[in-house]
C-alpha cells in the first residue's frame, strides 16, 4: 500500500515537550510539529517554550476568532 504523506501521520507528542508546557491540545493544534521536533532533539528548551508560547497564543486567537 501506498504511504502516506508525513504530516498525515500522528506524531507522538515528545514527554520533553510535555515537560516544557506543551499538553495534548496544544500539539493536536500545532501544524507544524517537524520545527518544535527538531528544537526538542536539540535539546533547545529555551527557543521551544517560546515556541510553544507563541503557539498557545495563536491557538487561543483561533479559537476566541472561531466563537465570534
Do not use: H, T
Amino acid at each position: 500500500s501506498p504511504k502516506a504523506p508525513a504530516e498525515f501521520v500522528p506524531v507522538e507528542m515528545p514527554a520533553q515537550l510535555a515537560e516544557w508546557g506543551c499538553d495534548a491540545a496544544l500539539w493536536d493544534a500545532i501544524k507544524s510539529k517537524g520545527s518544535l521536533l527538531k528544537l526538542v532533539e536539540a535539546g533547545n528548551e529555551e527557543y521551544a517554550r517560546k515556541r510553544l508560547e507563541r503557539m498557545r497564543e495563536l491557538v487561543a486567537a483561533d479559537a476566541a476568532a472561531s466563537q465570534e
